[in-house]
């Protein structure tokens, strides 16, 4: 596979930090919050757009470089960009025959451009270590 590169402008978002509690009917039901929903939104405008989603093994590798120096879940950040590649057919899912790593991923910071740097390529020694 070849590699695939892109950005993804705007100060990157988690999911659960973010999440709403709604009422329906006469149950609770978690929403994403509205902080993640425009972050997702946003990142629509930068992913590419594939014939067909990819199927891996991928290592996905995302360098998040946030507005604030504030403490952040390095794992939050990644279940939500790995959402928004599946959401916009990058990847077939988020499962881990298909993505198979995160190797050298981070949070950095860059007040003026935050953004998400994404490279994703394949992981072809990923069948020997799945047994």
Known sequence: MKELHFIIYGDPKGKKN????????????IIQGKVYRVYEETAKKYVPKLARPLSGPVNVKALFYRRE????????????????????????????????????????WD??????DVTISGKEDYEQWKK
């Open 18 to 29: 973010s999440q709403s509690i709604i009422r329906v009917g006469g149950r609770l039901m």
């Open 69 to 108: 120096r504030r403490n952040v879940d390095l794992t939050n950040l990644l279940e939500a960009l790995d959402d928004v590649l599946v959401k916009y057919g990058v990847l077939a899912d988020d499962g881990r025959d298909v993505l198979a790593s995160h190797d050298g991923s981070l949070v950095l």
């Open 111 to 116: 007040k003026e451009n935050p953004r998400t």
